[in-house]
């Protein structure tokens, strides 16, 4: 059965603080690996990770991946109040030979940022 | 305008008691899906359809019935409801065929509570 794994489970640090997420995964038919960012609603798209070694960044927010490790990282530099929520690893497999992605979530990362 | 859509936001219901929750994507998306979240924040898939035909169905009681009318409505009929049924459910689309991963788009929810 596929599995992913994040760590820590939850994080508390303070405003101007960098914190690194970490997600670990076991995969039939690995696709892509998708961080995500839920706060009260809907997860929120963050990055996706198809390569090895890339690193794709979006302002303080980084990630990368290591698919002969099979974990990826999540970055986020100089935490603001806002970036409290929970931040969601998952990976996509292909589903029965298709396309189809089937996502597989870890528990979640609960970060809080303090002012 | 709201890519992903869910209604209703809440539904609070009697144990035995048949619901439905419907979805709609305006994104042009091929491919649906349902999820729970339990009270853990765990993401669980529930189904998948491409182009209004199942394509993925996890262990899931066959209480629980997808529909989906059109490639733009995915919705959730859920009969008997139980205490165990209590969570949040999310509806998600994707593009549906690419040779890289999906990027899966989140409804805002439909918090569910069976009394």
């Known amino acids: 059965e596929d599995k992913v794994v994040q760590s820590p489970l939850s994080l508390v640090v303070h405003e101007g603080d960098t914190v690194t997420l970490n997600c670990s995964y076991e995969v039939t038919n690995f696709r892509s690996l998708l961080w995500y960012k839920q706060e009260k609603k809907a997860p929120t798209f963050l990055f996706m990770l198809?390569?090895?070694?890339i690193e794709k960044k979006s302002g303080r927010l980084s990630s990368i991946l290591d698919k002969k490790e099979l974990f990826s990282i999540l970055n986020i530099t100089a935490t603001q109040t806002g970036d409290s929520a929970v931040y969601l690893c998952a990976v996509e497999a292909w589903a029965g030979g298709t396309s189809y992605g089937k996502l597989t979530f870890g528990q979640g990362t609960i970060l809080t940022v303090h002012p | 305008d709201t890519a992903v859509s869910q209604t209703p936001k809440y539904l609070v219901t009697q144990m035995g008691n048949d619901k439905s929750i419907k979805c709609e994507q305006n994104l042009g998306h091929d491919t649906m899906y349902w999820y729970k979240q339990d009270s853990k924040k765990f993401l669980k898939i529930m189904f998948s359809?491409?182009?209004?035909?199942?394509?993925i169905n996890e262990t899931v009681p066959n209480r629980f019935s997808p529909k989906s009318p059109d490639k733009a409505h995915l919705n959730l009929h859920i009969n008997s409801l139980e205490l165990g049924d209590s969570a949040v459910y999310f509806c998600a689309s994707s593009q549906g065929f690419r040779d890289w991963g999906e990027t899966q788009y989140f409804g805002p929810g439909t918090r569910l509570l069976v009394l």
């Open positions: 359809y491409n182009n209004k035909e199942l394509i």
């Open positions: 198809t390569s090895s070694g």
